[in-house]
């Protein structure tokens, strides 16, 4: 990666999300309540900042320092530093990138960003203040230095601050202290460090919580098959998850409901104890409160940002209905079994109506609402989330899908000309491109992360399954041999590309079932865009977002600094795999350097989809 290529955006676009018309609609108490669960939300910025690189979080201080310094009037404190507007400029290029994502390595392709202005314009800008001037002297180097440039296994030349202060621990070292303690502590919400002690080095479990000591919790100390020793130390961020923890117990006073206040009080007990069994807990009573006019998620929520897929991201939102489109989508959860029967695994029987072993046995109706962010802490803003993040939670008490409208208002008022679209398609792909991505986000949301049955051993003798009767593999047309064992998860079981698996299979479900019977009418009914344009549209889009995930592919490491364009990268494979020049990527004869997506939108239904099905028929067997 050149050093150019790690400059961070020139003016980044800064989008409004709009929610004053939805704030102003709530009640007194319901503003309360989204007030202190949106500061309990930014508590945990601090959090993040942390998971990413040790000089984030000292960068967040300077740049808030500096703020408060000038009280925002930029202009003044460039007059006072003796820059000019530009350097200025790019200084808060730079500053608005970092507080976007966290940290100095972007939320979405993991990748390393650096400032356009040199170090000496920021010593320059910094020397208003003394503080600023300490701060600066912390992280100097490293706001400038270009490597590590992405996230990654610390010896392979990758940084993660999720195995902090331990340049040299390997993959296998990760792997054997995870395969020696997951049956034992989830690791969802921790660290790991190696620490030299008297009688050499051990391995230093990390779990985050507010009290050191919870003795309901405490493991003895772990030994390997080596001998090598496994610590297990409580404590880690308890400073910010002790004011998570007050701003908490602030909100449960304005609950609306015993169901968020018997949450909230689950909530807290997790930040303080660090046990994942309580937020599992915690969970339970969310899925319960139904559709409430201020919904809130918080915990360690995502394992994408690991290089081993097992640590969890903080993430916390608070978001306020968006009642008419909650409405559609609540006509689509009815009919979730519906289109569920529609997939490749599934539609069994002479009627066509069973869904066969590879299925849940009864689909829960899902708790699919449009929100209106007021804040979401995380190093990316999603369009949309589905939670909890439990299997076993979901398959017995359901899910929450949830889309965040100003969000995906704010994503299509900055939209462009696609790049990788033939001149022949934009105009069709802009008129549908809005209802297609809602329509996409709902089923991939809805279904994707909902359908498919996981065989699992919940306990030594427990099966959701029978052991003595197992179906045959569709693939293979032997019993099913394999299943997930006590504490076994996808992400133990896969491992790095664990999440990436997940997203393609969900994005996959997503897209096939867009030309299902009835799905459009369900989700639009007044709407008059053609069924065929909106799915044409949509293999499109999720073609030319495989071509652009390239962006965050290294091919000197040949890793993948965001899961998601993994994903969408593989159902791009797919297209073009499929034969009988369904799809293919060809140069743009005006320009040459510019490459098109040329996808017939006849072969759609006798190769594009049933390529499409068979692939996300394999991958939900395998899982």
Same mark, same amino acid.
């Given at each position: 990666?050149? =050093?150019?290529?790690?400059?961070?955006?020139?003016?980044?676009?800064?989008?409004?999300?709009?929610?004053?018309?939805?704030?102003?609609? !709530?009640?007194?108490?319901?503003? $309360?309540?989204?007030?202190?669960?949106?500061?309990?939300?930014?508590?945990?910025?601090?959090?993040?900042?942390?998971? =990413?690189? %040790?000089?984030?979080?000292?960068?967040?201080?300077?740049?808030?320092?500096?703020?408060?310094?000038?009280?925002? #009037?930029?202009?003044?404190?460039?007059?006072?530093?003796?820059?000019?507007?530009?350097?200025?400029?790019?200084?808060?290029?730079?500053?608005?990138?970092?507080?976007?994502?966290?940290?100095?390595?972007?939320?979405?392709?993991?990748?390393?960003?650096?400032?356009?202005?040199?170090?000496?314009?920021?010593?320059?800008?910094?020397?208003?203040?003394? #503080?600023?001037?300490?701060?600066?002297?912390?992280?100097?180097?490293?706001?400038?230095?270009?490597?590590?440039?992405?996230?990654?296994?610390?010896?392979?030349?990758?940084?993660?601050?999720?195995?902090?202060?331990?340049?040299?621990?390997?993959?296998?070292?990760?792997?054997?202290?995870?395969?020696?303690?997951?049956?034992?502590?989830?690791?969802?919400?921790?660290?790991?460090?190696?620490?030299?002690?008297?009688?050499?080095?051990?391995?230093?479990?990390?779990?985050?919580?507010?009290?050191?000591?919870?003795?309901?919790?405490?493991?003895? *100390?772990?030994?390997?098959?080596?001998?090598?020793?496994?610590?297990?130390?409580?404590?880690?961020?308890? *400073?910010?998850?002790?004011? @998570? $923890?007050?701003?908490?117990?602030?909100?449960?006073?304005?609950?609306?409901?015993?169901?968020?206040?018997?949450?909230?009080?689950?909530?807290?007990?997790?930040?303080?104890?660090?046990?994942?069994?309580?937020?599992?807990?915690?969970?339970?009573?969310?899925?319960?409160?139904?559709?409430?006019?201020?919904?809130?998620?918080?915990?360690?929520?995502?394992?994408?940002?690991?290089?081993?897929?097992?640590?969890?991201?903080?993430?916390?939102?608070?978001?306020?209905?968006?009642?008419?489109?909650?409405?559609?989508?609540?006509?689509?959860?009815?009919?979730?079994?519906?289109?569920? +029967?529609?997939?490749?695994?599934?539609?069994?029987?002479?009627?066509?109506?069973?869904?066969?072993?590879?299925?849940?046995?009864?689909?829960?109706?899902?708790?699919?609402?449009?929100?209106?962010?007021?804040?979401?802490?995380?190093?990316?803003?999603?369009?949309? +989330?589905?939670?909890?993040?439990? %299997?076993?939670?979901?398959?017995?008490?359901?899910?929450?899908?949830?889309?965040?409208?100003?969000?995906?208002?704010?994503?299509?008022?900055?939209?462009?000309?696609?790049?990788? +679209?033939?001149?022949?398609?934009?105009?069709?792909?802009?008129?549908?491109?809005?209802?297609?991505?809602? !329509?996409?986000?709902?089923?991939?949301?809805?279904?994707?992360?909902?359908?498919?049955?996981?065989?699992?051993?919940?306990?030594?003798?427990?099966?959701?399954?029978?052991?003595?009767?197992?179906?045959?593999?569709?693939?293979?047309?032997?019993?099913?041999?394999?299943?997930?064992? %006590?504490?076994?998860?996808?992400?133990?079981?896969?491992?790095?590309?664990?999440?990436?698996?997940?997203?393609?299979?969900?994005?996959? @479900?997503?897209?096939?079932?867009?030309?299902? *019977?009835?799905?459009?009418?369900?989700?639009?009914?007044?709407?008059?865009? #053609?069924? #065929?344009?909106?799915?044409? =549209?949509?293999?499109?889009?999720?073609?030319?977002?495989?071509?652009?995930?390239? !962006?965050?592919?290294?091919?000197?490491?040949?890793?993948?600094?965001?899961?998601?364009?993994?994903?969408?990268?593989?159902?791009?494979?797919?297209? +073009?795999?499929?034969?009988?020049?369904?799809?293919?990527?060809?140069?743009?004869?005006?320009?040459?350097?510019?490459?098109?997506? =040329?996808?017939?939108?006849?072969?759609?239904?006798?190769?594009?989809?049933?390529?499409?099905?068979?692939?996300?028929?394999?991958?939900?067997?395998?899982?």
């Amino acid at each position: 990666m050149k =050093v150019a290529e790690q400059y961070c955006d020139s003016e980044p676009p800064v989008q409004r999300l709009d929610i004053r018309e939805a704030f102003e609609q !709530l009640s007194t108490e319901e503003k $309360c309540y989204a007030h202190y669960m949106r500061e309990a939300a930014f508590h945990g910025s601090r959090i993040i900042m942390r998971q =990413v690189s %040790p000089e984030s979080e000292t960068i967040f201080n300077l740049i808030l320092h500096l703020w408060r310094v000038c009280e925002g #009037d930029w202009v003044c404190l460039a007059e006072k530093a003796g820059v000019d507007g530009e350097t200025m400029s790019k200084f808060l290029d730079y500053s608005a990138t970092a507080m976007e994502n966290l940290g100095n390595y972007k939320g979405y392709g993991d990748q390393k960003f650096i400032p356009r202005i040199s170090s000496e314009d920021l010593e320059k800008i910094c020397s208003v203040s003394q #503080d600023a001037v300490d701060l600066l002297r912390l992280s100097q180097q490293f706001i400038f230095e270009t490597t590590p440039k992405a996230l990654g296994f610390p010896n392979e030349g990758g940084m993660s601050n999720y195995y902090p202060e331990s340049p040299h621990i390997t993959k296998e070292e990760i792997r054997a202290v995870g395969d020696a303690t997951c049956s034992k502590i989830s690791l969802r919400n921790t660290r790991l460090q190696t620490v030299l002690t008297e009688s050499g080095f051990v391995y230093q479990l990390l779990v985050a919580s507010v009290i050191e000591h919870p003795a309901k919790h405490e493991l003895q *100390d772990l030994v390997l098959p080596d001998g090598s020793k496994i610590i297990v130390k409580y404590g880690d961020h308890s *400073d910010v998850l002790s004011r @998570i $923890c007050d701003s908490l117990a602030k909100a449960k006073e304005f609950a609306a409901s015993k169901e968020q206040e018997t949450y909230l009080s689950k909530l807290i007990s997790f930040y303080q104890t660090g046990d994942i069994e309580t937020h599992k807990e915690a969970s339970k009573d969310w899925l319960a409160d139904d559709s409430p006019c201020v919904e809130t998620w918080s915990g360690f929520l995502e394992p994408g940002r690991d290089p081993i897929g097992v640590r969890c991201e903080f993430e916390a939102l608070v978001a306020v209905q968006d009642k008419r489109w909650s409405a559609a989508f609540d006509q689509l959860s009815s009919r979730a079994e519906q289109f569920i +029967l529609q997939l490749p695994w599934s539609g069994l029987g002479p009627d066509a109506k069973e869904l066969g072993p590879f299925e849940n046995e009864v689909i829960a109706k899902a708790n699919f609402v449009a929100l209106n962010l007021l804040c979401y802490c995380a190093s990316n803003v999603w369009t949309g +989330l589905t939670a909890p993040g439990y %299997p076993e939670i979901k398959a017995k008490f359901g899910q929450k899908n949830m889309t965040f409208s100003n969000r995906v208002a704010a994503n299509n008022s900055s939209a462009q000309e696609h790049r990788f +679209l033939k001149q022949v398609d934009v105009e069709l792909f802009h008129a549908n491109r809005s209802l297609c991505f809602f !329509l996409q986000l709902a089923l991939h949301e809805l279904i994707g992360h909902s359908c498919g049955k996981l065989f699992e051993e919940t306990e030594t003798g427990s099966y959701n399954f029978d052991p003595h009767q197992m179906p045959k593999n569709p693939f293979t047309d032997q019993p099913v041999s394999s299943w997930y064992g %006590p504490g076994e998860t996808p992400e133990t079981a896969f491992g790095g590309i664990a999440t990436a698996y997940i997203e393609c299979l969900a994005e996959g @479900i997503g897209l096939y079932l867009m030309s299902a *019977d009835g799905v459009l009418g369900t989700l639009a009914p007044e709407t008059t865009s #053609d069924v #065929d344009d909106v799915v044409y =549209v949509g293999y499109l889009s999720i073609a030319c977002m495989g071509l652009r995930a390239l !962006l965050s592919y290294n091919p000197e490491t040949k890793k993948w600094g965001q899961v998601h364009d993994q994903a969408r990268f593989g159902l791009l494979k797919c297209f +073009l795999n499929a034969g009988n020049n369904f799809a293919k990527i060809q140069l743009d004869t005006d320009e040459p350097s510019s490459v098109k997506v =040329v996808m017939s939108r006849e072969m759609i239904a006798t190769v594009g989809r049933p390529a499409l099905g068979s692939l996300i028929h394999e991958l939900h067997i395998s899982r």
